[in-house]
């Protein structure tokens, strides 16, 4: 992991497309601004888990649907 500081309106350029910006520090809060092309998906890492939980529980429902029909089901 990189950890930089960086201080309100300064910003951070990722693969030459992708900017984040430092918008406000409150307390122990970060507002954070990020410039991406709409291609790039952008999740809070919270969000980003319950769509990879909800899709493996959609893959293992569909395998059993396959091993069902498998059986002649």
Not at 6 to 34: F, H, M, P, S, W
Request: no cysteine; hydrophobic share 40%; aromatic share 4%.
């Amino acid at each position: 992991m990189l950890a930089l500081s960086r201080k309100k309106n300064e910003a951070l350029i990722i693969n030459n497309n992708v900017e984040i910006t430092i918008l406000e520090v409150k307390g122990d809060q970060v507002k954070v601004g990020i410039e991406a092309p709409r291609e790039i998906p952008v999740y809070r890492k919270e969000v980003y888990l319950q769509i990879q939980e909800a899709n493996k529980e959609s893959a293992d429902v569909e395998n059993a649907v396959d091993a069902l029909k498998s059986l002649g089901f």
